[in-house]
């Protein structure tokens, strides 16, 4: 594909929001046509690149997402659950691409993607980077060589800002682990322990999470058994990772049909 993707950003005062501005700019086939943040904010009304303490670049930030996804031809979304599911309705109504990197969405939310998808080209995933999904295989793999003599466990670590527990990348992996294992996440899940827990259930798959500083995301799969333990393992240093799997998939959902796809669809990695 060799076209420009006008590309809108929602939540763009946003960490995640700040380096995809950044990563468009940057991209030779993406041009930054929208930027939103929400009703309110000190930002909208401003010239985005002056918000962000650079020189203007002639995008004024605003809280009308719909205006801003008419002339985009995708959305990337990195905000929140309820913002998240309202965005959708917008780009299902515009037909075009909309990314969804925002992460501790609720089962029943992410169901509510189901009618959006109909007419929008949905891509979510809980992680947009090569690594991680590489790694959802990697698990997949080794939790269907091992048995339940292997104890699972995840364990995530990231800034003190983070909003959701576990990660979504942490679910992604153990998604992976259940399917692997060949049993349902929700049936085998176990995360939260404190206090007197008894032993741990043989075939649970245990979460744990760390908060603290500025670690951009760090994720261990672990498979312990007597005498020896397995750890896959996954480290992000750098924010522009996530916005260039972003991008990546903006333009691959360029001209596909409507529905709902993930990022080893985009990779190239699925079955
Ligand atoms: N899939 C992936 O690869 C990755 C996913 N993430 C996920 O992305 C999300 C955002 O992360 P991060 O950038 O660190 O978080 P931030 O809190 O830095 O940014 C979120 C942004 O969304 C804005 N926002 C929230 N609600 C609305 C709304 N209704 N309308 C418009 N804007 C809104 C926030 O505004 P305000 O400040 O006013 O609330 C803020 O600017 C999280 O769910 C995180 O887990 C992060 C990194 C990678
Ligand atoms: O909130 C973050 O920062 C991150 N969120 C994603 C997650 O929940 O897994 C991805 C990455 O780890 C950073």
């Known amino acids: 594909m060799t076209q420009t993707a006008g590309i809108t950003i929602t939540g763009v005062s946003g960490r995640m929001g700040q380096m995809l501005v950044q990563q468009v700019a940057e991209h030779a086939q993406t041009l930054l046509v929208g930027a939103v943040e929400r009703s309110g904010h000190d930002w909208v009304g401003q010239d985005l690149g002056v918000a962000m303490g650079g020189p203007a670049n002639g995008v004024i930030v605003t809280d009308d997402a719909a205006q801003a996804m008419r002339d985009a031809?995708?959305?990337?979304?990195?905000?929140?659950?309820?913002?998240?599911?309202?965005?959708?309705?917008?780009?299902?109504?515009a037909g075009i691409v909309h990314v969804i990197g925002t992460t501790g969405m609720t089962e029943q939310e992410i169901a509510q993607l189901k009618t959006p998808a109909e007419r929008a080209i949905i891509v979510r995933a809980g992680n947009m980077s090569l690594g991680?999904?590489?790694?959802?295989?990697l698990t997949r793999k080794v939790a269907a060589a091992l048995d339940a003599d292997f104890d699972i466990e995840i364990i995530e670590s990231h800034h003190n800002r983070k909003v959701d527990a576990p990660s979504g990348t942490a679910l992604m992996l153990g998604e992976a682990a259940a399917e692997g294992r060949g049993v349902t996440l929700a049936e085998?899940?176990?995360?939260g322990r404190d206090g007197m827990t008894g032993a741990r259930k043989r075939g649970d798959i245990g979460f744990s999470a760390i908060r603290g500083g500025d670690i951009v995301g760090e994720h261990d799969v672990m498979f312990a058994g007597a005498g020896e333990r397995i750890i896959l393992?996954?480290?992000?240093?750098?924010?522009?990772?996530?916005?260039?799997?972003?991008?990546r998939a903006a333009l691959w959902g360029q001209g596909r049909s409507p529905g709902e796809y993930d990022m080893l669809d985009v990779l190239g990695l699925g079955d």
């Open 188 to 191: 085998v899940s176990d995360s």
């Open 233 to 247: 393992r996954h480290i992000a240093s750098d924010r522009a990772l996530f916005a260039r799997g972003a991008l």
């Open 73 to 93: 031809q995708a959305v990337i979304d990195f905000t929140a659950p309820a913002a998240t599911l309202g965005f959708a309705a917008m780009a299902a109504e």
């Open 132 to 137: 991680v999904n590489l790694l959802t295989l």
